[in-house]
């Protein structure tokens, strides 16, 4: 078995120095989940420095998803976060430390394979996570050397060319009228389809732990079904429910506040509901409220819909439910 630590940088002697030269004195750890299992390695090379490390055991989506309360409750005065880059989000009043957790994989196969998918398509648009950005580039050279025009999108507020979120899409977008199609890199199919979702362009991803690709468009397109479903049903509810997130990076009351309005304007009744953790379980003590507006996380509604009783749609498919947005322009812009 291949440990973690092989397969990803967690920059354990960067860690050390940071904690030394900053003098922290009780540190409070986020992992994402495929990342907690070190949780015990991590503690120990912090516990090295002289300081108190407090592992957060909470759900950590990414970087909107601070634990700067948590932080402020436990009086510590470093946070390490793993497995995401910076953000531009809330400042916090205490130190945060980001570790990219960059993964130490051979792409070549990945991609090489990927090529039975494309072989028909010249212009082709790159995308990937955090973990394989600092392998981009070597991509580039396998498509190039394939006769193929590579485009990597950079917006401003994404730290790396070519870099997806799972709530943000903009370095796909910006080049998507300029392919074919997209090639991602990175494990599983969550930001693949988040591509397709967002440009609706034929989609690969291309996995290094698996050294093989796949095409996403049919997965994409059963979860686009899932959406007209619940918009369909949300478009008959009177009473609504406006989900206010209250992780760092997640909260927009602006935003939510201009829903309500919106809803209350068409005539349905809408309450705020502020939560941190979005689950079926919280949703479940409101029953007499019929369909819900998500403002924090977009991720929720997109790949998590059958966990919910009710139709949990995004601000604009609630103004698809509205009447105020068609469903073909919905579409033509773009789900995420």
């Not at 420095?49 to 055991?57: M, N």
């Not at 997806?164 to 300029?178: E, H, P």
């Not at 009744?269 to 953790?277: D, G, K, P």
Request: net charge neutral; glycine share 6%.
């Amino acid at each position: 078995m291949i440990k973690l630590t092989a397969i990803f940088d967690l920059e354990f002697d960067r860690m050390r120095e940071e904690i030394r030269r900053r003098g922290a004195r009780r540190i409070l750890v986020q992992l994402p989940e495929g990342l907690k299992s070190k949780a015990p390695k991590i503690a120990s090379i912090i516990e090295e420095t002289g300081a108190t490390v407090v592992i957060s055991a909470d759900p950590c989506y990414g970087a909107c998803d601070l634990a700067i309360n948590e932080a402020k409750s436990l009086s510590a005065d470093l946070i390490i976060h793993y497995g995401h880059s910076e953000l531009a989000v809330k400042s916090s009043d205490i130190p945060i430390l980001y570790f990219e957790a960059k993964a130490n994989v051979s792409i070549e196969n990945a991609v090489k394979d990927a090529m039975k998918y494309l072989e028909s398509l010249d212009n082709i648009g790159l995308t990937t996570t955090v973990q394989h950005v600092h392998k981009l580039s070597e991509a580039e050279d396998i498509l190039r050397k394939a006769g193929k025009k590579v485009y990597v999108g950079h917006e401003p507020g994404l730290k790396y060319p070519g870099q997806v979120l799972g709530c943000d899409y903009r370095n796909a977008k910006i080049i998507s009228n300029a392919v074919d199609a997209f090639l991602f890199i990175g494990g599983g199919i969550f930001h693949a389809v988040g591509v397709f979702l967002a440009t609706m362009k034929p989609t690969i991803a291309a996995d290094p732990f698996e050294s093989k690709a796949r095409r996403i468009d049919d997965y994409a397109k059963r979860v686009i079904a899932v959406r007209w479903a619940d918009i369909s049903e949300a478009s008959r509810a009177r009473r609504w429910g406006v989900i206010v997130g209250l992780k760092s990076g997640q909260m927009n009351i602006e935003s939510a506040l201009r829903i309500k309005g919106e809803l209350e304007e068409a005539g349905r009744e809408a309450i705020l509901l502020a939560l941190r953790e979005i689950t079926p379980d919280a949703l479940m003590e409101f029953p007499s409220i019929e369909a819900y507006v998500n403002t924090a996380c977009p991720r929720i509604s997109f790949y998590e819909p059958k966990k919910f009783s009710k139709p949990v749609l995004t601000p604009r498919e609630m103004r698809v439910a509205l009447g105020k947005i068609s469903w073909e322009d919905y579409l033509e812009l773009g789900l995420l």
